[in-house]
Structure formats: structure tokens, C-alpha cells
């Protein structure tokens, strides 16, 4: 099925480890996204990729680094985990950055807990 | 600094119920604002709305825009058990990025 695909779907780490988020989308978008909720705040932006090769900081950026591998590849890096980073993590995709809202596709999510 | 507020936060009614969800935001440059269902998963789409005054409906829930007044509310009529869920607002601005508000926490009792 067409969509955006996270890997994996749960994960605990020690502080201290380090592991990537992959997501991959199938539908040529453009954009792409990661998001991290956390109970009662809501999705909040972490970095995003208007298109291949160029990558933004968004609201909560620290801890974390991205790659924008080609089209369809987005991955979220966390260097050194921390207990804060404890959260469930969203990867989308959007056809294009300027439109927005139109076309947003979630991932399924990843839950990641940091001990 | 670009907000989106939604109340209330939580939410407890009975099956057949109505409920009124709120969203109010402060954005530059405003281009949509969207309605989202989250259960178990990934938020799904519900509406999005560019207009203001008219309302979008889907079966028993519908929703409206007031671009002047700076906010949307979604409706539920004659609610069920499986509309228990958090909805999300967002509102996107002309960077493209969509800022969600907290949510609202919506418990349907048998």
C-alpha cells in the first residue's frame, strides 16, 4: 500500500546509545517531515526536508540530526539518547512545502523509550 | 511567536451526546487549518479548511472556520463509543510546516 513507512516500531535504549528512525514514503512527495508527541502536547516539529538535499531545523531540533538520503528516505538520528527523548515519533510526507496542509501522510509512528 | 490553543483538553459524554471542540491560533501568514482523529496510531485526516463560513461536514461530524475571529470548532453529533479519540488541530502558515495544537481527549461512555 502506497504511504509513509517507519522502522521500527518500538525501540528502548540506554542513555547514552545512539540509533536511527528510518522512514521511507512511495508517493513522490516532495517534503518530508518528523514529529515527536508527547502526552498532552500535542506534535511537535523536529526537522524537516522541503526537498531532496536540503534539510531545516523546526521547533525542538536539539539532540537530534536528519539525513534526507534521496526522495524517499528521511531518517531522524539521536546521537546520544536521553530520557527526554522518551516519545512517540511521526514521520510525514507532502507532495510540496508551499501547499500547506494539503496531501499530509503520517506514518504509523515509532515509540521510543529511553532508560 | 505562531499558537494553536485548543480546549478542552479533556472531554467525558455519554453515546448520543453533541460535542463542540475548540481551536483558536495565532499564525503568520495563515493558509489552512486541519482536523485530525488519533486513536492507537498515526492522526488521520478529518477536514481541512481554507474558508471562512463554510462549513465541511462528513456523516456526524462537521466543521467550520472563522478566519476573523481566529478560530474553528469541530462538531460531533449524536456521538458513539468509537469516536473516542484525541483530535488535533493544525493550522499551516506559508513555511509549509503545520503547528498542532495540544489536542483534545474525547471519552464516549456506553
Known amino acids: 500500500n502506497a504511504g509513509v513507512t517507519q522502522t521500527p516500531k518500538f525501540q528502548v535504549l540506554k542513555t547514552g546509545q545512539s540509533m536511527t528512525l528510518q522512514c521511507a514514503q512511495d508517493?513522490?512527495?516532495?517534503?518530508m517531515y518528523w514529529y515527536r508527541q508527547d502526552p498532552g502536547m500535542g506534535l511537535r516539529l523536529i526537522y524537516y526536508?522541503?526537498?531532496?538535499?536540503?534539510?531545516d531545523k523546526g521547533e525542538v531540533p536539539n539532540g537530534y540530526n536528519v539525513s534526507r538520503l534521496n526522495k524517499r528516505e528521511f531518517s531522524l538520528r539521536l546521537e546520544s539518547a536521553a530520557p527526554s527523548q522518551t516519545s512517540v515519533y511521526f514521520c510525514?510526507?507532502?507532495?510540496?512545502?508551499?501547499?500547506?496542509?494539503?496531501?499530509?501522510?503520517f506514518g504509523s509512528g515509532t515509540r521510543l523509550t529511553v532508560v | 511567536e505562531d499558537k494553536v490553543v485548543q480546549s478542552p483538553l479533556s472531554l467525558v459524554v455519554h453515546e448520543g451526546d453533541t460535542v463542540t471542540l475548540n481551536c483558536s491560533y495565532e499564525?503568520?501568514?495563515?493558509?489552512?487549518l486541519l482536523w485530525y482523529k488519533q486513536e492507537k496510531k498515526a492522526p488521520t485526516f478529518l477536514f481541512m479548511l481554507?474558508?471562512?463560513?463554510i462549513e465541511k461536514k462528513s456523516g456526524r461530524l462537521s466543521s467550520i472556520l472563522d478566519k476573523k475571529e481566529l478560530f474553528s470548532i469541530l462538531n460531533i453529533t449524536a456521538t458513539q463509543t468509537g469516536d473516542s479519540a484525541i483530535y488535533l488541530c493544525?493550522?499551516?502558515?506559508?513555511?509549509?510546516?503545520?503547528?498542532f495544537g495540544k489536542g483534545t481527549k474525547l471519552s464516549v461512555k456506553p
Open positions: 499564525v503568520t501568514n495563515f493558509r489552512s
Open positions: 493544525a493550522v499551516g502558515g506559508s513555511q509549509g510546516n503545520l503547528i
Open positions: 481554507t474558508s471562512s463560513g
Open positions: 526536508s522541503a526537498s531532496e538535499g536540503t534539510t
Open positions: 508517493m513522490n512527495h516532495n517534503s
Open positions: 510525514a510526507s507532502t507532495p510540496t512545502r508551499g501547499r500547506s496542509g494539503y496531501g499530509y501522510t
